[in-house]
Nanobody, 124 residues
Framework: QLQASGGGSVQTGGSLRLHCAAS????????MGWFRQAPGKEREFVAA????????YYADSVKGRFTISRDNAKTTMYLQMNSLNPDDTAVYSC???????????????????WGQGTQVTVSS
C-alpha cells in the first residue's frame, strides 16, 4: 500500500515536500513515480526514481524545481517542490512500478500500485 501526504496551499514561489509511505518489505524492488492531475486535465507524469535511487527522471515542466528522492530503509519516497507556480496546482499521486524501463517510466499504465492523492494548491 502507498500513502501520499504533505500537500497543502502555498503562494507562488513557495515550497512543499510530499511524502509517499509504502508498506511491505519489497519497496526497494520498485521504481517509484509521482504523477499529478489538475481539474479537467489528463494525468501527467512528474518524476520517477529507480530502485536504488541512483537514477531519476523528470518531466520538463518541473526539471530544476522539483527533486525526487527515496529512503529504502524507511520505505518512503519524497518530492521536494520548490518555486511553485499556479500551473503546479493538482492532485499529486505516488505509484510503484515493478517493470519500468526508461521508455515506459512516464506512462502511468506501467505502474501497478497507486496511493491516494494529496492536493497541492498554488495561488498567485
Amino acid at each position: 500500500q502507498l500513502q501520499a501526504s504533505g500537500g497543502g496551499s502555498v503562494q507562488t514561489g513557495g515550497s512543499l515536500r510530499l511524502h509517499c509511505a509504502a508498506s511491505g518489505r519489497t519497496f526497494s524492488g520498485y521504481t517509484m513515480g509521482w504523477f499529478r492531475q489538475a481539474p479537467g486535465k489528463e494525468r501527467e507524469f512528474v518524476a520517477a526514481i529507480w530502485r536504488n535511487g541512483d537514477n531519476t527522471y523528470y518531466a520538463d515542466s518541473v526539471k530544476g524545481r522539483f527533486t525526487i528522492s527515496r529512503d529504502n530503509a524507511k520505505t518512503t519516497m519524497y518530492l521536494q517542490m520548490n518555486s511553485l507556480n499556479p500551473d503546479d496546482t493538482a492532485v499529486y499521486s505516488c505509484a510503484a512500478c515493478r517493470t519500468c524501463i526508461l521508455s515506459t517510466v512516464q506512462n502511468f499504465q506501467a505502474y501497478g500500485y497507486w496511493g491516494q492523492g494529496t492536493q497541492v494548491t498554488v495561488s498567485s
